[in-house]
């Protein structure tokens, strides 16, 4: 059957539907071979059309060819808004975003060295302990291999690696595997020959796993089992069954472990070295190498001074009566003076008034008249007061008001390198992915150059 629009898609890229953000449903040819320009008011979707549709689609297209594997490491791109796009070669866009090459410029700082590094982590980064700092050597399909000899000698078993399908893909994942030359899959328990399954999909689909090898455990054949062990290994990212009986079977998971401290480490993958995804970011900082807090310092800047001349700033302009009365049953009950020198006041009582008096309740007094109330309660403090202010503030002012008495500190858990432990756990030729991507441009080719 002829493609219907075979001559149309050698001369020109067709695109049909277009709805991409401003696109409104358009159709349109783009000749092959030619230099075509884009033009059109603001907001036409004129880089929609050339980054939304064109390139997206070229690119997903390109991503799709590529193996499993390959992609994972790949950010995938949804499919664009359009109905159909014919006769598209592979894409490139070249953006015009300005690059600034200043001398200082690290790795770090330049994102296609960066991605680049967190592949070359994934791929080839050598694991430690986080706790011991022992390097963790990754041997588990010979360890899967030595148990096998070791519990399973002389056994009947088949090898089989659990893929991911749902009743959507099933076909295609079959079909693809099929294709590799693999002839056996399980599905739900049951053993098939590929072809009688792939047109005939159930409904349902639970566990699939695909049948590497059927074989019987035998020290004389031990590179067989070596090599089916890995290839399990791989297909099944990291896991694999040996299935003996129906009712007899083991999962195998390759880790990075330490056996010495007990401690797990997460397979590297490119999300792992990225501060900007939970699985990469320092939890204390959420990636940005930083923390913010209120400092005392600045909130007390002159400890010369007393509460009543001022020492506290964000209380300088207090002076209401309610203010005073407050303040007056706090110095009664941590026995202060407040004319006294902030740096003289008793400890007890400057961390009451900065932190809080946290489970103590304060006898504050105030009163209406001649009449005196009293009532119990905890003294918030002021760092925590002044936090929750943060929070609630809604105006550019209010925040700019509260954040003179912040400080900016390099993240006490990452050291500021903005990524978790975990991830800092691989190195490079003795390097984590941190100390390579702080290093300039210049350093790190002359360092990549050495190793
Ligand atoms: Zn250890
Ligand atoms: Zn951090």
């Given at each position: 059957?002829?493609?219907?629009?075979?001559?149309d898609?050698?001369?020109?890229?067709?695109?049909k539907?277009?709805?991409?953000?401003?696109?409104?449903?358009?159709?349109?040819?783009?000749?092959?071979?030619?230099?075509?320009?884009?033009?059109?008011?603001?907001?036409?979707?004129?880089?929609?059309?050339?980054?939304?549709?064109l390139?997206?689609?070229?690119?997903?297209?390109?991503?799709?060819?590529?193996?499993?594997?390959?992609?994972?490491?790949?950010?995938?791109?949804?499919?664009?808004?359009v109905?159909?796009?014919?006769?598209?070669?592979?894409?490139?866009?070249?953006?015009?975003?300005?690059?600034?090459?200043?001398?200082?410029?690290?790795?770090?700082?330049?994102?296609?060295?960066?991605?680049?590094?967190?592949l070359?982590?994934?791929?080839?980064?050598?694991?430690?302990?986080?706790?011991?700092?022992?390097?963790?050597?990754?041997?588990?399909?010979?360890?899967?291999?030595?148990?096998?000899?070791?519990?399973?000698?002389?056994?009947?078993?088949?090898?089989?690696?659990?893929?991911?399908a749902?009743?959507?893909?099933?076909?295609?994942?079959?079909?693809?595997?099929?294709?590799e030359?693999?002839?056996?899959?399980?599905?739900?328990?049951?053993?098939?020959?590929?072809?009688?399954?792939?047109?005939?999909?159930?409904?349902?689909?639970?566990?699939?796993?695909?049948?590497?090898?059927?074989l019987?455990?035998?020290?004389?054949?031990?590179?067989r089992?070596?090599?089916?062990?890995?290839?399990?290994?791989?297909?099944?990212?990291?896991?694999?069954?040996?299935?003996e009986?129906?009712?007899?079977?083991?999962?195998?998971?390759?880790?990075?472990?330490?056996?010495?401290?007990?401690?797990?480490?997460?397979?590297?993958?490119?999300?792992?070295?990225?501060?900007?995804?939970?699985?990469?970011a320092?939890?204390?900082?959420?990636?940005?190498?930083?923390?913010?807090?209120?400092?005392?310092?600045?909130?007390?800047?002159?400890?010369?001074?007393?509460?009543?001349?001022?020492?506290?700033?964000?209380?300088?302009?207090?002076?209401?009566?309610?203010?005073?009365?407050?303040?007056?049953?706090?110095?009664?009950?941590?026995?202060?003076?407040?004319?006294?020198?902030?740096?003289?006041?008793p400890?007890?009582?400057?961390?009451?008034l900065?932190?809080?008096?946290g489970?103590?309740?304060?006898p504050?007094?105030?009163?209406?008249?001649?009449?005196?109330?009293?009532?119990?309660?905890?003294?918030?403090?002021?760092?925590?007061?002044?936090?929750q202010?943060?929070?609630?503030?809604k105006?550019?002012?209010?925040?700019?008001?509260?954040?003179?008495?912040?400080?900016?500190?390099?993240?006490?858990?990452?050291?500021?390198?903005?990524?978790?432990k975990?991830?800092?756990?691989?190195?490079?030729?003795?390097?984590?992915i941190?100390?390579i991507?702080?290093?300039?441009?210049?350093?790190?080719h002359?360092?990549?150059?050495?190793?």
């Amino acid at each position: 059957m002829a493609r219907k629009h075979s001559t149309d898609t050698r001369k020109y890229i067709v695109i049909k539907g277009a709805r991409q953000h401003n696109l409104k449903n358009i159709d349109l040819k783009i000749p092959h071979n030619t230099f075509t320009v884009i033009t059109g008011p603001s907001g036409s979707g004129k880089s929609s059309l050339a980054f939304d549709i064109l390139y997206a689609e070229g690119q997903r297209r390109y991503i799709e060819s590529l193996s499993t594997y390959a992609r994972q490491f790949i950010e995938q791109l949804d499919k664009p808004d359009v109905d159909l796009v014919e006769g598209l070669s592979p894409t490139i866009a070249i953006e015009n975003k300005q690059i600034a090459t200043n001398p200082r410029s690290t790795v770090g700082t330049v994102t296609e060295i960066y991605d680049f590094l967190r592949l070359l982590f994934a791929r080839l980064g050598k694991a430690h302990c986080p706790a011991c700092r022992r390097e963790i050597r990754i041997s588990y399909a010979e360890d899967t291999v030595n148990e096998l000899l070791k519990n399973h000698d002389r056994a009947k078993i088949m090898v089989l690696s659990p893929v991911r399908a749902d009743s959507k893909n099933l076909r295609k994942v079959l079909q693809k595997l099929e294709r590799e030359g693999f002839i056996r899959v399980r599905l739900d328990g049951k053993i098939y020959e590929i072809h009688e399954i792939s047109n005939h999909v159930p409904d349902t689909v639970g566990r699939l796993e695909i049948v590497i090898d059927r074989l019987v455990v035998d020290p004389r054949k031990r590179s067989r089992i070596t090599d089916s062990v890995e290839l399990a290994y791989r297909i099944g990212e990291g896991k694999l069954v040996i299935l003996e009986s129906p009712d007899k079977e083991f999962l195998f998971t390759e880790k990075y472990a330490c056996d010495l401290c007990g401690i797990n480490l997460p397979e590297p993958s490119p999300r792992l070295f990225s501060f900007n995804n939970p699985e990469g970011a320092c939890p204390r900082c959420d990636g940005l190498g930083f923390e913010e807090s209120f400092d005392p310092e600045l909130i007390i800047s002159n400890p010369e001074l007393s509460i009543r001349e001022g020492a506290i700033l964000p209380w300088e302009n207090k002076n209401s009566v309610t203010f005073y009365e407050q303040l007056e049953s706090l110095a009664r009950h941590y026995k202060f003076d407040i004319n006294l020198p902030f740096k003289d006041l008793p400890k007890r009582a400057k961390e009451a008034l900065l932190f809080g008096s946290g489970n103590e309740e304060i006898p504050f007094y105030h009163y209406r008249g001649n009449r005196r109330f009293v009532h119990k309660r905890r003294f918030p403090g002021i760092i925590p007061f002044l936090k929750q202010k943060l929070e609630e503030a809604k105006t550019l002012e209010e925040k700019k008001e509260l954040e003179q008495y912040i400080r900016k500190n390099p993240c006490s858990l990452c050291n500021g390198t903005r990524l978790k432990k975990e991830a800092l756990s691989f190195t490079y030729h003795g390097l984590t992915i941190s100390d390579i991507s702080t290093m300039s441009v210049k350093e790190a080719h002359e360092w990549f150059k050495s190793v």
